[in-house]
Structures are given as C-alpha cells and as structure tokens.
C-alpha cells in the first residue's frame, strides 16, 4: 500500500508542485527498490508516463576525529562491479530514525561509536529516476570498537585527512556521490 500523498490522480501535495498523477501501479516488487509507474501532468504540457524506482531511504556518516582525519570504507558494490571508497552508510528500516541509523552502520561498518551526530542535510543521488532520501551526518567525539559488518559485506576502513579525502574527491578518485557531498558539506562546517 502506497502512503497517503503517493495514492490517487490528484493529491494536494502535488497540486502545489505544478504536477499530478494518475494511473500508478507498481511493475516489479524488489528486496531493496520497488518500481512503480504512472501517467505525470507537467503543468501545461499534457500526461506523460513516468517511472520511479521507489527506495526506503538511508543514511551515510562522516566520522571526522579530532586531529582532522576521517574513517572512509572501501566496499565492493556490484551494481558497478568494482570497490568504492564511501562514507559508512546504509537503508532505513521501516520507521526506522536516521540518526539511530546512522549510529547503527557507522558501528556496524567500522566498529566507530559516536559521542556527537550532527545532520549534514539530505542528499538526492538521482532525482530524476529513483526517491531515495539519503541523510547525511557529521560524526564527532569517537571511540574506535570492534566492526560487525553484515555476513554479505567485505569492507575495509582507511583513515586519511580530511582534506586528502575532498582531494581525491575533487580528482575523481572517490566517485559515490554522498560521499562527495558528506566531504564537502562537512568541509564548511570544519573549515
């Protein structure tokens, strides 16, 4: 069943968007995404179908340590077949707080436990195809334990400098795209 402000031709949130929709059903159930399809209203322009990859949102966490340096984990993704190096992150549960979330993968990922999380602001990987809400947080006030990654997952931590971290950003060498924006929002709160 699809929340209220997903259901029916004509919702109210919508309206104020400049856009409607009609005739939404779901094409295929996933573990992870669902895709769902619909007719869109584009202002004046008429209905147009649409598809939308529906995801339940996650979180990703920058753990900055008092010297300057942050923890990154190099993880093989296999949608792209190839190691990236990331922020620890990972997918709301249902109802699920992103900050408890956030605490949870960062544990989880590199065995970091957080004195302090600050919100870092949402990040959209690629609005025009999926609704994934990724929050973003600064974590702060470490205390290095023993990682306990999901059995599937093979990750391995590096601790660099923050500012190393933007640069190889900068150069294309980290490529994920919360990663670069938990860099680079964190960046401005760091200096």
Not at 27 to 49: A, S, Y
Not at 142 to 155: M, W
């Amino acid at each position: 069943m699809l929340p209220k402000e997903r259901q029916g031709p004509h919702s109210h949130k919508e309206h104020e968007r400049g856009m409607e929709t009609r005739n939404r059903k779901t094409l295929f159930r996933g573990l992870v995404v669902n895709v769902e399809q619909m007719e869109v209203k584009f202002g004046t322009k008429g209905w147009h179908p649409y598809q939308v990859v529906r995801h339940p949102g996650g979180v990703g966490v920058l753990p900055l340590y008092d010297d300057g340096t942050v923890t990154l984990i190099r993880q093989l993704r296999p949608s792209i077949g190839s190691r990236l190096i990331e922020v620890p992150a990972g997918r709301l549960g249902p109802g699920e707080d992103p900050a408890a979330c956030g605490r949870r993968e960062l544990a989880e990922e590199t065995g970091l436990r957080a004195k302090f999380l600050a919100p870092l602001g949402i990040y959209h990987g690629s609005p025009g195809v999926f609704d994934e809400r990724i929050h973003l947080f600064l974590a702060t006030g470490l205390i290095q334990e023993k990682a306990d990654p999901e059995q599937y997952e093979e990750i391995g931590t590096i601790r660099i400098p923050l500012g190393d971290a933007r640069q190889m950003a900068m150069q294309g060498e980290i490529t994920d795209g919360k990663t670069i924006a938990a860099l680079f929002r964190a960046g401005v709160r760091t200096g």
